[in-house]
Structure formats: structure tokens, C-alpha cells
């Protein structure tokens, strides 16, 4: 049976990273985005994306209106977890349990290089805590609870300080 992957990430690691995709300045005026990175998290939060309000985007497939079978997968998921999110992709898919050799080829075969990419390309979890104050961690948390609210399988670190 066929179904749909939705991958989300912190909101509060989502605008670090989408800054520092968008400081080549062709990709700024492209996505409608100009100033620095404190406007840029207001922009964000004033629901400024490509594709719409980052909250409205996910809320979409939280809410599964249409009954379709989704697998839910954090982005942290991906990237700090890959051997159990590759199990949990695989049971989704209706494929027999994979072998540790094969999770271990899986996990190879969707990697990438570290060396080979640019620095501002590592879409690293917990790159907030570096780059976002206090208060505005704050704010991506509470505008993340009130969003989030009612919805299962949020983590907790998209609407608390962790």
C-alpha cells in the first residue's frame, strides 16, 4: 500500500537554517526576504516562507483530513535516530524487518559526505541554540505550543527550552 512520508523540523532550527540558505542574496530577493537575521526570525514568524506559514504547512499534514496514510518523521529523527527512522520507513512501507547489515548499507547509501559540503549546508538539530536569543527561542516556543496544541508525536523541544 502506498502512503506519505511528512517530514518536519524544529521551528526554531528550520529559520537558522533557512537564514543561512538565503545568504546569497539572489536566493534573499527569490524568496521575498530582505535584512538580517532578526528580521529574518520575525519575517518567520509572521508566517514569511516559500511555501506559506511553516506552522499552517505542517498542521496540514497533522491533521490528515483526508485519512491518508502518513508516516510522521521529525527531521531530528532523521539525523540523531537514522537506524530507527530507516525501521520505521521500512515497516511503513509494508517491507520485511531489515537485517543490521541492511539498515548499516541503508544508512550509507543516504549519507552525505560531510566533507564535501560547505559549512552553511549542514542541517544540523540544535544550531537555535546558537544562533537564536533567549527571547526569541521563546517566541518559536510559544507560538509552536499554541499551534501544535491537541496535535500527538510533537517533541518537546519545539515547544519547551531544551
Known sequence: SSGINAEYGDPKDVVCSLFLFMQKDRRKVKLGFEGDFSDCVDWFLKGGLVNGCYWEFNKEYLENEDGHKILHLTYEELTLEKPAAIRKINSFLGYDELSEEDIVSVDKATSLDPT???????????????????????????????????????????????
Open 116 to 162: 564535501k559540503l560547505k559549512p552553511d549546508q549542514h542541517g544540523k538539530p540544535g544550531r537555535a541554540k546558537e544562533m537564536l536569543t533567549q527571547e526569541q527561542r521563546s517566541r518559536f516556543n510559544e507560538r509552536s505550543r499554541v499551534e501544535f496544541e491537541g496535535f500527538e508525536g510533537i517533541p518537546q523541544s519545539y515547544t519547551d527550552e531544551n
